[in-house]
């Protein structure tokens, strides 16, 4: 069965600090993996894939097979990238979900 | 766009009680999913419909039934809700393949 685990609940840094946001898997397939945010008072909405490999708001997220992780990186925090992140991992049409990562990122 | 639009946004109801929450989504999507969100769980999903006929069970399905009515709308029921269903349930869609999921809003659901 696939399973998304992410160790932190909450992760808190300042302006400017460097971010990551942890995110392991455990799947037996090929893994599609999805990071999605949710701003305060906002819908969950998708920030990237790592099949598109490409940089959202300054986000990115590598996938290492070996490692079964899928981590989610910023070098710079800004106090507007402050939202709960949920990695997620598609299996054929099932999406399951983390327990999510609050950022707060302070002055 | 409308996207996804689940009714109500906001309902308490009392334990025992039957309920069902609507999802309805414009996107043309052949994949449907209820969730519920609870402080420190994250999502987990209850039930979800990868087309048009067809559900299967998620995460945490006990308690709930669901309806994929067409392929617009999937309901999400309680048929005797207890304080532990007490969440907020998001209905979400997506299309075929490796593709965005979009969100609704949200039901904060409380059982008293």
């Known amino acids: 069965a696939q399973r998304v685990t992410q160790p932190e609940k909450l992760l808190s840094v300042f302006k400017g600090a460097p971010v990551e946001l942890k995110c392991n898997y455990s799947y037996s397939g090929s893994p599609e993996l999805f990071w999605y945010v949710q701003y305060s008072r906002q819908r969950l909405q998708l920030l990237l894939r790592h099949i598109s490999r490409e940089s959202i708001k300054g986000f990115t997220a590598d996938l290492n097979k070996g490692e079964t992780s899928f981590h989610l990186k910023k070098p710079f925090a800004q106090e507007e990238d402050s939202a709960m992140y949920y990695c997620a991992l598609r299996s054929f049409q099932k999406l399951v979900f983390g327990t999510g990562t609050r950022l707060l990122v302070s002055p | 766009n409308a996207g996804v639009t689940q009714t109500p946004k906001f309902q308490v109801l009392k334990t025992g009680q039957s309920m069902t929450l609507q999802c309805a989504q414009d996107?043309?999507?052949?994949?449907m999913y209820w969730y519920r969100q609870d402080p420190g769980m994250g999502l987990r999903l209850i039930y979800y419909?990868?087309?048009?006929?067809?559900?299967d069970k998620g995460e945490v399905p006990n308690g709930y039934n669901v309806s994929r009515l067409n392929k617009r709308e999937f309901s999400l029921r309680l048929e005797s809700a207890a304080p532990s269903q007490t969440s907020v349930y998001f209905c979400a869609s997506r299309d075929r393949g490796d593709t965005e999921a979009f969100f609704g809003q949200g039901t904060r659901l409380t059982v008293v």
């Open positions: 419909s990868a087309s048009e006929g067809t559900t």
């Open positions: 996107m043309n999507h052949n994949s």
